[in-house]
């Protein structure tokens, strides 16, 4: 280990009342790590009545010899594995936490985040009460008089304004009961202006994936990678933002020999383990993935029959790719040939190989071209739709598959069905709502022009979370709705892990209301200069309610309640209800789901989206199927995840979606996509045609390939009433689903029968298609290289230029090249990314609140190569200011390490509670402030968003570094 | 009668901390006090290889052999335990240790624990009932008393850091040898037999419960 002596005066972090100098570190585990305990417990007290403090002290309290103990089954709320805890609970303190050793996810395992859940039972940080801001001071108010000013001042905003002058940022960290819920209640206010974190996590991924192959979700399972001949990971670090996903990647590893290939611009603890590792420059993962592939089209390793059979495009692929020589290639991603051809051939020779990517690839400007990429060397090595293969895409939440899969977006409602007129029919159905009323919540305006007239409001997508800002700054006559946003929610939301922190700031003050509904104050709270007009609602976090939560592989799994709601909290549908209630529209909200004492009971909830959720196979995970899961764990293999024997026998663990038709149908769910070695019946999937039959007089169906047992013996389109007549299926559907079938399609026939009929049959009700390599409606149809808005290699922005700003996107005028039209790279020489750390999770409010992992990694800092640090006369632990190209600048620790290269910054993203220099301690409620803050590395993050979804860029920005 | 040992693979452990939260959760052991912490050498450099230690739990504990107060015992089990009504805190151990394993609380509240704290490998204190209050309060869980393994190596991540019965712990790191090709150990030969009886091993690992009973023979 090595130790270096620090110079003795250089710690300043006030976050803690009794700070200690350390005097040694020794890497960045270590990293000015303190001995001495600030804040603690001590902090329990403030701030609580007696009847809270009686509560809180419980809590805390060990296990308790003679108490009854009972168990509750239940999943971490961190990351998207989705790992199994047991929870000891005795008069009603949760006072243990047991591996679960029975889990077919984690076997017992956790990370730091996970072995830690149990101090949500303790919850001393969190947010207590409702509470106000008057006059800048924060004042105890109760719900009631909370939830009547909020309504109030809503109501009048929609008066003035229209509905869409209100954003309801909701979360990945809702159950899907929750999600789904919020994403009605958006719809039931009358506003498409509702988005939560997956815009900024892998919105590029779910529209890339999507637009290729038919679903925009993680393709095969972390348990598949067992399976894996060769594991590649492209921008992501799993050792420390998923870490139990290793524990199915040193198997791989280990068992199948399978080499382990890192592409990452940061030598990350993943990358410690790889056999491979490539040091890419931020945002060239285009040029790199284009370099493998050209080695690979070049020695013939591609697999010609699968692309015949099931790729659309390919040949325009391979003509991108022929420009991206290995000299290009080295000349733009900084990767020599050598390290580039052992990449392609270890994964030309070890198949099938899973690939797997994260917010390395995502969070760019040409996101979604990433993304495709990707997809591209998948479908040239044959590797979809295959067990060990598939692009194995890592989500961040616990929930933010399921809350993404619920719509909540501002581009589409649950299920993905889009905001077009026969979407909204389709959940006006399921809601059993008069569809007229449901338009008539809305703005009857129109903003957006389109081929003939304009489309109205309710059609059109509202502004994505990344932009919120630029919704409240931006002038309302340059906002495609009626006026800028006057008020937001933000319900289970960090800014910090948003960009352009001064913007933000300008645009908290400016809003006429916030309303923070969260376990945590969050960044929120401290982060604006408002005097007033800003709540906190304290709710409740997933251990305080029971529900459903979908893992990144798609399975649903169904938490218990451990515990009853800590201090005077209420579950995120508690609140829903209540406020549903004042706005007015809560008999329509919860027309078909019964609320008992103002709680709406979930599996009502639950049995209402299997109702409607076609597209994408919600419809078959029952509450009932999901608890059976949820009791039989130890039944599911560790490999397959299917069930040999017992109750669950033949099912893969927590249906993996798509789970087909109604639950009675008891299909198993599909553990790996578009594998057509299983029947349809039993997983088993061709690529979805989604996109037509044919383009240009080429089919875009599959040929001579089909799932398993289809009685279609080719390519085949989605399945509709027509077909099943043209096929002579018809009479297979009973009388009643005849009727509910007539003239809907695979997707909107809510009996179920037209996708029962196509499944008898062998088929896929999406139909059977190829993969789509070019997506013609997109910017860029074949994935392109485009330079970063802010780029270190100004002398790559001729060849490689952004795209022309935008009048409206997404609601937005939208800046490309009158951005990159100045060069930066001369006044702010170093390039800056960001990323995680294993012991706190997004905005960090959480887990920053949390001592146990709090304690582990006390201070926000940046890494420095050697070099960088020796030209700019910076030492190991000295504070130095980060400054953006656009003004806003951290103050944080330096910490230098050969981990980045040179010319390149890291900074972790999970700090907050400072801003440029300010602590912002003394502004949180008392006794609700984190106990580790920091900078927020995105107040010096820039602008920027992805051609398609509007991704923030914070993979890739500029800065300069100096001593403070 | 079995000997419990701990042991950390290095080619598996990735510095998440698991097990150091694990033990914090399971002991509520105070902020500033590190039963168990994860090291790492040439951090951010190849060759970054991580490992997590607290107390071995020695066969024949230097700690032990120099406490001038003889606060330490050795179980039945190979466990390692010390009686904080005995301790002094005079920090002799602290000189002894290989692994920087002891712990000093610092004063206040959180100094609670006693004079010297380390690893009980939840086995609770030594002079208490097991399980009582009393032995929480000074020295954290007794999971070796319900019949289970240290928390920290039942949670491990990746199952890097195994606990039980050093031959329990042998044969499932000499499978995982086999596994990984047994490279220059020339067993290749012998993979496909193993992987035939044994396909699901590695998470076994930290997983077979370890009773009392089961370690008397």
């Known amino acids: 280990m090595k130790l270096k002596k620090i110079n003795p005066t250089a710690t300043a972090n006030d976050g803690r009342e009794a700070t200690q100098n350390p005097g040694w570190i020794m890497n960045r585990r270590d990293f000015l790590r303190q001995s001495s305990l600030m804040a603690g417990g001590a902090a329990l007290a403030t701030g609580m009545s007696t009847g809270m403090m009686r509560k809180a002290q419980a809590a805390s309290e060990p296990s308790q010899v003679d108490a009854e103990t009972t168990t509750a089954r239940t999943i971490c709320t961190h990351c998207s594995v989705g790992c199994g805890i047991i929870a000891e609970v005795q008069n009603g303190v949760w006072t243990g936490q047991e591996p679960a050793f029975d889990h077919p996810f984690n076997r017992g395992a956790h990370c730091a985040k996970g072995a830690a859940v149990r101090e949500h039972g303790h919850g001393e940080r969190r947010l ?41 940022l909701g979360s990945a960290k809702h159950s899907n009961e929750q999600a789904y819920l919020f994403r009605k209640m958006a719809a039931m206010w009358g506003t498409n202006n509702v988005d939560h974190q997956a815009r900024i996590c892998h919105s590029t991924t779910v529209a890339g994936v999507a637009n290729t192959w038919g679903y925009g979700a993680m393709t095969n399972s972390y348990n598949d990678i067992h399976n894996s001949k060769a594991i590649l990971i492209i921008g992501g670090n799993p050792t420390e933002a998923h870490p139990v996903s290793m524990q199915h990647v040193f198997k791989a590893k280990e068992e199948n020999q399978a080499p382990l290939i890192v592409i990452d611009p940061r030598f990350t603890r993943t990358a410690a383990h790889a056999d491979q590792y490539l040091q890419l420059r931020p945002g060239t993962d285009v040029p790199l993935v284009w370099g493998m592939l050209y080695h690979i089209f070049q020695n013939g390793w591609e697999d010609k029959e699968f692309i015949q059979q099931r790729v659309y495009g390919m040949d325009d692929v391979k003509a991108e790719v022929a420009k991206w020589t290995p000299d290009e290639v080295e000349r733009v991603t900084g990767v020599p040939e050598e390290q580039v051809y052992q990449a392609a051939k270890t994964m030309a020779e070890h198949r099938p190989g899973t690939f797997i990517w994260c917010m390395g690839g995502t969070q760019h400007t040409i996101g979604n071209n990433n993304t495709r990429a990707y997809c591209a060397f998948q479908l040239a090595l044959g590797n979809m739709g295959v067990a060990g293969g598939g692009t194995n895409i890592f989500r961040g939440h616990d929930n933010v598959q399921g809350a993404t899969d619920l719509g909540v977006l501002a581009n589409t409602l649950p299920g993905y069905y889009g905001l077009s007129e026969g979407a909204w029919k389709h959940w006006s159905g399921v809601w059993d709502l008069d569809y007229e009323w449901v338009a008539s919540r809305f703005d009857q305006g129109s903003y957006e022009p389109k081929e003939n007239g304009q489309t109205p409001v309710m059609n059109t997508s509202g502004i994505p979370v990344s932009r919120w800002i630029d919704g409240v700054l931006e002038k309302p006559d340059h906002i495609a709705q009626k006026d800028a946003l006057r008020a937001m929610f933000f319900w289970g939301h960090a800014p910090n892990s948003q960009t352009r922190g001064q913007e933000m700031r300008e645009a908290m ?237 695979w997707k909107t026939d809510v009996s179920g029968g037209i996708q029962r009929v196509a499944i008898k049959h062998g088929c896929a009700p999406y139909g059977n298609a190829k993969a789509r390599a070019v997506v013609w409606t997109f910017p860029d149809p074949v994935p392109i290289h485009r330079e970063p808005l802010y780029t270190s290699r100004y002398d790559l922005v001729s060849k490689y230029p952004t795209y022309a700003d935008r009048k409206s996107f997404w609601r937005l005028p939208t800046r490309y090249e009158s951005i990159q ?85 890291f900074t972790p993203f999970h700090f907050g509670g400072y801003f440029e220099g300010e602590n912002l301690r003394d502004k949180y409620p008392e006794g609700a402030a984190p106990y580790v803050s920091g900078e927020a590395c995105n107040t010096a993050f820039t602008y920027g968003y992805d051609s398609v979804t509007a991704m923030q860029e914070t993979k890739c920005t500029l800065c300069r570094i100096s001593k403070a | 009668m079995g000997k419990m040992k701990f042991y950390c693979d290095e080619d598996r452990c990735i510095e998440c901390n698991g097990c150091v939260t694990a033990c914090k959760n399971e002991n509520e052991v105070p902020w500033g006090v590190n039963r168990r912490r994860v090291v790492t050498i040439n951090d951010g450099e190849p060759g970054e290889r991580s490992l997590s230690v607290a107390c071995m739990h020695c066969t024949d504990a230097p700690c032990q052999a120099v406490c001038p107060v003889d606060c330490f015992t050795t179980t039945p089990d190979g466990i390692v335990l010390h009686n904080k009504d005995t301790c002094i805190g005079c920090g002799y151990c602290f000189y002894a240790c290989p692994f920087g394993a002891p712990q000093f609380p610092g004063e206040g509240q959180f100094g609670a624990r006693g004079k010297m704290d380390k690893c009980t490998y939840c086995a609770g204190g030594p002079e208490e009932e097991d399980m009582s209050e009393a032995e929480f309060e000074k020295y954290g869980r007794n999971r070796i008393a319900e019949g289970k393994l240290p928390l920290c190596a039942e949670m491990c991540s990746t199952k890097a850091l195994l606990a039980g019965d050093a031959d329990v712990i042998a044969d499932i790191y000499r499978k995982r040898v086999i596994n990984k090709g047994g490279e220059g150990f020339g067993l290749d030969s012998l993979k496909e037999g193993l992987s035939a009886t044994a396909p699901a091993e590695p998470a076994q690992a930290s997983v077979q419960h370890w009773t009392p009973s089961s370690s008397a023979s």
């Open chain 1, 821 to 905: 039209a100045r060069d930066y790279s001369k006044d702010f020489p170093i390039i800056l990314t960001s990323g995680r750390l294993v012991e706190y999770e997004g905005g960090g409010d959480e887990t920053r609140s949390n001592p146990w992992l709090a304690e582990l990694q006390q201070d926000m800092f940046v890494e420095l190569n050697p070099a960088d640090a020796n030209d700019h006369g910076i030492k190991e632990g000295d504070d130095v200011w980060v400054e953006g190209p656009e003004g806003g600048r951290i103050r944080v620790k330096a910490l230098i390490t050969q981990r980045v290269a040179a010319g390149v910054a």
């Open chain 1, 509 to 745: 003050d400016q809003l006429e209301l916030m309303v923070v509904v969260d376990p945590f104050p969050t960044v929120s709270a401290v982060m604006h200069n408002r005097q007033n007009g800003l709540y906190l609602l304290p709710t409740t976090t997933q251990f305080e309610t029971h529900g459903s939560v979908t893992a990144s592989n798609r399975s649903l799994q169904w938490r218990d309640q451990v515990i009853e709601p800590l201090f005077e909290s209420r579950t995120d549908h508690v609140i829903m209800y209540q406020l549903a209630q004042r706005l007015g529209f809560e008999k329509e909200m919860f027309k078909h789901i019964a609320v008992q004492n103002d709680e709406p009971v979930v599996e009502d909830i639950t049995r209402e989206f299997n109702r409607g959720m076609w597209t994408i196979g919600y419809t078959g995970q029952s509450p009932e199927r999901l608890k059976k899961h949820q009791q039989n764990w130890g039944t599911f293999d560790y490999t397959s995840l299917q069930a040999a024997g017992g109750s669950c026998d033949g099912d893969y663990y927590g249906m993996p979606w798509p789970c087909w038709g109604t639950a009675e149908m008891n299909h198993p769910g599909s553990p790996n996509l578009y594998d057509t070695s299983k029947t349809v019946a039993e997983g088993g999937l061709p690529f979805r045609a989604r996109f037509g039959v044919e383009r240009d007089g080429v089919t875009l169906l599959a040929e001579d390939s089909w799932s398993k047992g289809s009685e279609i013996k080719d390519g085949y389109p989605e399945f509709t009433a027509d077909l099943l007549k043209q096929l002579g299926w018809w009479q297979d559907l009973s009388a009643e689903e005849q009727q509910a079938a007539a003239g809907k399609n």
């Open chain 1, 128 to 168: 207590k009460y409702p509470t106000k801001l008057v006059d800048g001071k924060w004042k105890k108010i109760s719900w009631e008089q909370a939830l009547d000013e909020i309504s109030e001042k809503l109501s009048q905003i929609r008066q003035e304004s229209s509905p869409d002058s209100v954003y309801w």
